[in-house]
């Protein structure tokens, strides 16, 4: 079970000893989401945190690939680190592609020195479908 939630019912229609039963039990499908950054010129490591370098004034570009549904929607979050801190700069919903994928362009900071990080995620409310758990 890769794709969607399934509900399954069992019925018992009882006998001499046992009386009759229903039960429903629910199956919960994940989708399985990856993201990918491009256009950085190399990567290090802080402690244990890969990060990615990358010029100025090059456009971010993340590309997220996750299981196609139709009116499927991942949602991309933005935090910076500021003083000490993580901040949500952004977090918007973005259509897939019928390839499953959805490239999008976070521009670039225009100055060097910022850390930021960004996760892709699926939000099953969020999307035109619900057939998968967050």
């Known amino acids: 079970m890769t794709h969607r939630d399934t509900a399954v019912t069992a019925v018992y229609k009882g006998d001499a000893r046992t009386a ?13 989401v990856s993201s990918v950054l491009s256009k950085y010129y190399r990567t290090g490591k802080i402690g244990s945190t890969t990060y990615y370098y990358f010029h100025k004034n090059t456009d971010v570009i993340d590309t997220t ?3 196609y549904y139709k009116g499927r929607k991942q949602r991309l979050e933005l935090d910076i680190y500021y003083k000490g801190r993580w901040y949500r700069a952004d977090s918007e919903y973005f259509k897939l592609g019928t390839n499953g994928k959805s490239a999008v362009n976070l521009g670039n900071p225009g100055e060097a020195g910022i850390r930021a990080r960004v996760r892709s995620s699926y939000i099953n409310a969020s999307s035109e479908e619900s057939g998968n758990s967050t």
């Open 20 to 32: 009759p039963r229903t039960v429903k039990s629910t199956g919960y499908a994940r989708v399985k």
């Open 65 to 67: 690939t996750m299981t």
